[in-house]
């Protein structure tokens, strides 16, 4: 007997499929697997920021409503009217110290010139009047002699506030001169404050 005209017989052919059928279901379980892990935790993920979400909106909630009872309290209208009247005061405050910066700055008879002139005023002369304005000062006096009213003059000149000073008249009065005195005053005083000379 031969083989030639016989057909092979395997027994073993329904094993082996069973085996490649395994072979090919194990890539497919991971990824069903992996796409249900990935799927819970999208679930998971997305209930987490639900309940983050109503937690906070409580929160909000709650502030909300200390914040209304707050607005309610009387007292608050008390608070922001004293924070408005403070907030009024200090800007008066700060326009007076401008105000008063600005006065100072304009200032040009201040202390230090009517010291000047008290200063260098000898001891046989004194003054009836004086006129003055931002520009110039006009001073009239008397004197025992002329030498006083003409060492006056010269003293004033020599004065670094002063701009010109001039005697413009001298009279002879029973026993004294009269004499009229125009002074006028420089850009800047030495304390620092203007004289308005523009």
């Given at each position: 007997m031969g083989y030639d005209g016989m057909n092979d017989m395997n027994f073993f052919s329904p094993y082996n499929s069973k085996r490649a059928k395994k072979d090919i279901e194990k890539p497919v379980i991971f990824i069903?697997?992996?796409?249900?892990?990935?799927?819970i935790g999208i679930i998971a993920y997305g209930a987490f920021n639900h309940l983050s979400i109503r937690r906070l909106g409580k929160e909000i909630n709650a502030l909300n409503t200390e914040l209304e009872a707050v607005r309610k309290d009387p007292r608050l209208e008390g608070i922001m009217a004293m924070e408005k009247e403070a907030a009024l005061l200090k800007?008066?405050?700060?326009?007076?110290?401008?105000?008063?910066k600005y006065i100072e700055s304009r200032d040009t008879i201040n202390e230090f010139l009517l010291e000047a002139i008290r200063v260098n005023t000898p001891a046989e002369l004194?003054?009836?009047?004086?006129?003055?304005?931002?520009h110039s000062i006009k001073l009239e006096g008397k004197?025992?002699?002329k030498e006083s009213i003409a060492l006056f003059e010269h003293n004033l000149r020599e004065d670094e506030g002063l701009e010109k000073v001039f005697v413009s008249r001298v009279t002879n009065e029973n026993e004294y001169y009269s004499f009229y005195?125009?002074?006028?005053?420089?850009g800047e005083m030495p304390s620092g404050a203007e004289t308005g000379k523009q």
């Open positions: 069903k697997g992996l796409a249900v892990l990935v799927l800007e008066d405050l700060s326009g007076l110290y401008a105000l008063d004194f003054l009836d009047a004086m006129q003055m304005n931002q004197s025992k002699d005195m125009d002074i006028e005053l420089k």
